[in-house]
């Protein structure tokens, strides 16, 4: 079983749609999780951080559920602009080592006019 | 501006050859890794260092070196050992001690075989 795991995509959606990510992690001592975007052929780039709590930043919003290991990323109306690969990222941390970051694959978003 | 620097933008590698790749920044992190990304998958943890002096293996630090002189810089070395070197190279920063924080990126190199 990976150890960060997203939904394979990728998805294709009209503008304005609200799309959702999935992600599920398999090692419950993670402590920090976060969503990066990245573009095609670009370097990963921080989307947003993910809080137990929730928390919602302009047209996204991201949900963690640490019982089932789960985290989520919503996307209302979604922009030509949006259309990327996110990526779920969960971090580790090692006693002794420090942070260790663990990255899902990425689901490809396709936002068509 | 405060960033990550990665040189050069695209590398090509001869049989037997070492490469050596740069990543430098200015934001006075301490901590800096080095992931490798093939196509259609997550990165992978080569190295990473904590403090100046100081290094750790990754998942796939086979056929790779680093070296920690300076807390700006942090360079990856290719080896002929690795027999697989092509692929996206990315280096990242943090501010290592507050376990909160997020990686933060260079914009990569590519290296591929001649």
């Known amino acids: 079983r990976k150890e960060v795991e997203q939904d394979p995509g990728p998805f294709n959606v009209p503008e304005g749609a609200t799309v959702a990510f999935n992600c599920t992690y398999s090692?419950?001592?993670?402590?920090?999780f976060f969503w990066y975007r990245q573009d095609c052929r670009k370097e990963p780039k921080l989307l947003m951080s993910?809080?137990?709590s929730g928390n919602e930043d302009g047209r996204f919003t991201a949900q963690l559920n640490r019982a089932s290991q789960y985290i989520s990323l919503l996307i209302r109306d979604s922009k030509l602009s949006d259309s990327a690969t996110y990526l779920c990222v969960v971090r580790l941390m090692i006693y002794n080592q420090g942070g260790k970051l663990i990255f899902g694959q990425g689901t490809e978003l396709s936002v068509k006019p | 501006d405060g960033g990550i620097t990665q040189s050069p933008k695209y590398l090509f590698r001869k049989e037997g050859q070492n490469v050596t790749l740069s990543c430098e920044q200015n934001?006075?992190?301490?901590?800096m890794y080095w992931y490798r990304q093939d196509p259609g998958q997550g990165l992978r943890l080569i190295y990473y260092?904590?403090?100046?002096?100081?290094?750790q293996k990754g998942d796939i630090a086979e056929g790779y070196s680093v070296s920690r002189e300076k807390k700006e810089s942090f360079p990856l070395t290719v080896t002929s050992a690795q027999k697989n070197p092509t692929a996206f190279y990315l280096c990242?920063?943090?501010?290592?001690?507050?376990?909160?924080?997020?990686?933060?990126f260079g914009d990569g190199t590519r290296l591929s075989i001649l």
């Open positions: 934001l006075n992190h301490d901590a």
């Open positions: 993910v809080y137990s």
């Open positions: 990242a920063s943090s501010m290592e001690g507050a376990g909160n924080q997020p990686q933060h």
């Open positions: 260092s904590q403090i100046v002096n100081d290094f």
């Open positions: 090692n419950s001592a993670s402590q920090s």
